[in-house]
């Protein structure tokens, strides 16, 4: 899974939870995400959330907006 682009507003870090992806990310909490939005970001770079074996799923995009 990727996450393609990306924007917050919130003035605080942002962890994301996504069903069906590791959470293998972790604040500085030690709480673990999908992922860690920087407060105040935008990124439109792709960034690589999970690999697994593409024959045993089935495809689906999440768009997200902050």
Do not use: C, W
Request: glycine share 6%; net charge negative.
């Amino acid at each position: 899974m990727n996450m393609v682009s990306h924007k917050s507003t919130f003035p605080v870090d942002i962890g994301v939870k996504i069903t069906g992806v590791d959470s293998n990310t972790f604040s500085l909490t030690g709480e673990s995400y999908a992922a860690v939005l920087p407060a105040e970001s935008k990124s439109e770079t792709t960034r690589k959330l999970q690999s697994d074996d593409v024959a045993l799923g089935a495809f689906f995009e999440v768009r997200m907006s902050f």
